[in-house]
C-alpha cells in the first residue's frame, strides 16, 4: 500500500531564502508523486509531477522537487521565497492498477514567510 | 480555474439532516474523485467513478453516497449527518480511470457545516 509522509506541519522562512519542504513516501510499485498548493480558502492547484519522465521536475511558480528512490524522497523546494508562496502544501502519491485511482495526501506543511 | 465546479459553496446544516453536494468535471474528463478535507483527517478519498460506474471507494461512511450521471456530473449525498461530517468536501477530475500519469484538477470546494 502507499502512503506519504511530510516532516513539519508548519515551515517559516524569510522572504528571499531557500523553501525546503520535506516529502517521503512508500510504494510497492514504482510511484506517481505529486505536490499541490491549496491557498487559503480555496482548492488545490498542482505544482508539479513525478511520472518517471526525470528525477528533478520543475513545476510552477519557481517549485521543483527531486524523486530520490534510494532515500524515497521527493522534496519540494526553490531557491527564493516570496511572500505570495505563503500557503498549505501537500504530497501525494497515486494508486493506479486495477481500478484505482486516487491520490493519498500527506498531512500537509504550512508555510509561512516573514518579511 | 480548474474547469471543475461545486455547488454550493456553503452549506449549513442541523444534525440529522440529508444533503447534496454536486460536482461538474472539466470538458472532456470522465474521472470524478469525492474527497474530503477535515482538520483532525486530513484529506482523504472517499470516492472514485469513471464514466459512470463507481470504480473504487476510500474511506467513505455508510451513510454517504455517491453517483455520475449521463452527463458526467456528479453527487454525493451525506445523510444523518453529525457533527463530525463538517468537514471541506472536494471533487477532483481527470481524463482516464486508473492511469497513474493523469493529473487530477480540483475544484474549489463545498465546505459543511452541521450544527
Known amino acids: 500500500a502507499q502512503s506519504v509522509t511530510q516532516l513539519g506541519s508548519h515551515v517559516s522562512v524569510s522572504e528571499g531564502a531557500l523553501v525546503l519542504l520535506r516529502c517521503n513516501y512508500s510504494?510497492?510499485?514504482?510511484?506517481?508523486l505529486f505536490w499541490y498548493v491549496q491557498y487559503p480558502n480555496q482548492g488545490l492547484q498542482l505544482l508539479l509531477k513525478?511520472?518517471?519522465?526525470?528525477?528533478l521536475v520543475k513545476g510552477i511558480n519557481g517549485f521543483e522537487a527531486e524523486f530520490k528512490k534510494s532515500e524515497t524522497s521527493f522534496h519540494l523546494t526553490k531557491p527564493s521565497a516570496h511572500m505570495s508562496d505563503a500557503a498549505e502544501y501537500f504530497c501525494?502519491?497515486?494508486?493506479?492498477?486495477?481500478?484505482?485511482?486516487?491520490?493519498?495526501f500527506g498531512k500537509g506543511t504550512k508555510l509561512s514567510v516573514k518579511p | 480555474d480548474s474547469g471543475v465546479t461545486q455547488t454550493p459553496k456553503h452549506l449549513i446544516t442541523a444534525t440529522g439532516q440529508r444533503v447534496t453536494l454536486r460536482c461538474s468535471p472539466r470538458s472532456g474528463d470522465l474521472s470524478v474523485y469525492w474527497y474530503q478535507q477535515s482538520l483532525d483527517q486530513g484529506l482523504q478519498f472517499l470516492i472514485h467513478y469513471y464514466n459512470g460506474e463507481e470504480r473504487a471507494k476510500g474511506n467513505i461512511l455508510e451513510r454517504f453516497s455517491a453517483q455520475q450521471f449521463p452527463d458526467l456530473h456528479s453527487e454525493l449525498n451525506l445523510s444523518s449527518l453529525e457533527l463530525g461530517d463538517s468537514a471541506l468536501y472536494f471533487c477532483?477530475?481527470?481524463?482516464?480511470?486508473?492511469?497513474?500519469?493523469?493529473?487530477?484538477?480540483f475544484g474549489p470546494g463545498t465546505r459543511l457545516t452541521v450544527l
Open positions: 510504494s510497492s510499485v514504482p510511484p506517481y
Open positions: 501525494a502519491v497515486r494508486v493506479y492498477g486495477g481500478s484505482q485511482g486516487n491520490l493519498i
Open positions: 477532483a477530475s481527470s481524463e482516464g480511470g486508473d492511469s497513474g500519469e493523469n493529473e487530477q484538477f
Open positions: 513525478y511520472t518517471s519522465a526525470a528525477t
